[in-house]
């Protein structure tokens, strides 16, 4: 399987650049916790409470872990990745499944780091301030590279142009795909 991840800060556009990447063809995974919120887990909101929010973040990483398990050799972006869940563990503070631990590293073929963009706005599940998100952003660049993973900085463009970029790396990557 050939796992290639858009990851980045709540709000650098992820979820526009993977419907762009759906539209050309390419197989797609949409944002887990996005999912989960709107099919109704949690009520419909991002929990709050710190109990919520650790059953919350256990059921999300397990439904990542199984929606990367679900594709046998072929190329698929997914928007976060595991990597993103235990990210978001550390900075709410609760446990990430130990079980996961180390399926972290060396699993993953290609991330692409999309950079944050001049302008950041909420939904009703993207909560966090415009600081927050930056220290997100930030902490998944840090934890990705500890992992070693090597990241692919996607920059700033009009999503059409990111999308555009990114599909140019993966025609300079034949070996991924």
């Not at 556009?13 to 999912?35: H, N, P």
């Not at 990210?87 to 499944?97: E, I, L, S």
């Not at 059409?160 to 993966?170: C, G, M, P, S, T």
């Amino acid at each position: 399987m050939k796992r290639l991840v858009l990851t980045g800060g709540p709000g650098v556009g992820k979820t526009t650049i993977i419907e762009l990447l759906r539209a050309r063809g390419y197989e797609v995974v949409g944002e887990t916790a996005r999912a989960l919120i709107e099919a109704g887990h949690s009520g419909g909101n991002y929990p709050t409470r710190q109990k919520q929010m650790a059953e919350f973040q256990r059921a999300l990483a397990w439904q990542q872990f199984e929606l990367e398990e679900n594709f046998s050799n072929r190329a698929v972006f997914f928007d976060r990745s595991l990597v993103d869940v235990f990210v978001f563990c550390a900075h709410y503070k609760v446990p990430f499944p130990t079980e996961l631990q180390d399926k972290l590293a060396k699993r993953y073929d290609l991330v692409f780091n999309l950079e944050p963009l001049s302008v950041y706005a909420n939904d009703a599940v993207r909560t966090e301030s415009a600081s927050v998100a930056r220290e997100i952003h930030e902490r998944l660049i840090a934890t990705y590279q500890q992992l070693g993973y090597a990241l692919i900085s996607v920059p700033p463009l009009a999503p059409a142009a990111r999308a555009d970029f990114i599909v140019n790396h993966l025609a300079l990557s034949k070996s991924v795909l």
